[in-house]
């Protein structure tokens, strides 16, 4: 998702996009996976169902690659995950990284991941703020 302004603490990303204050980017990409399952890949990850959800089907780490085809800033990321549901599928450790291309993508320091609330039984969505940008060099 891209924001003209900065996001509010603690808002719903469904409510922003429906409001203009979002815009969702991911269709603007080319998505792949590690590995997955039949019938759990990219669009099971992308469908905004929260009954489907991608699978992976291979040894650690299990990579989800996003590549805008044109420099794009992206300033808001959000990952929902269902601890109750997955258990120990839920990822202990997530890693942002970006680049000019895969041979040289460099993990961001963000500002943090933050826990949102909402008014359906989610038990987490996680919103990172904050233009996603590589280090300095």
Not at 15 to 42: D, H, M, N, Y
Not at 43 to 51: A, V
Not at 69 to 96: F, G, H, M, N
Request: aromatic share 8%.
């Amino acid at each position: 998702m891209t924001t003209p302004n900065k996001t509010p603490p603690g808002a719903d990303p469904k409510q922003l996009e429906r409001t203009g204050t979002v815009r969702e980017i991911g269709s603007q990409a080319v998505w792949s996976l590690s590995s997955c399952k039949p019938g759990f890949g990219v669009d099971q990850l992308r469908d905004d169902n929260l009954e489907t959800y991608w699978q992976s089907d291979g040894s650690q780490p299990h990579l989800v690659n996003i590549q805008f085809r044109r420099k794009t800033t992206v300033k808001t990321l959000c990952i929902y995950a269902d601890y109750k549901s997955d258990e120990s599928y839920t990822p202990s450790k997530i890693s942002v990284r970006v680049g000019n291309n895969f041979h040289n993508l460099q993990e961001i320091r963000s500002r943090g991941w933050k826990r949102l609330s909402s008014k359906q039984d989610i038990s987490c969505i996680c919103l990172l703020q904050g233009e996603l940008k590589a280090p300095s060099p």
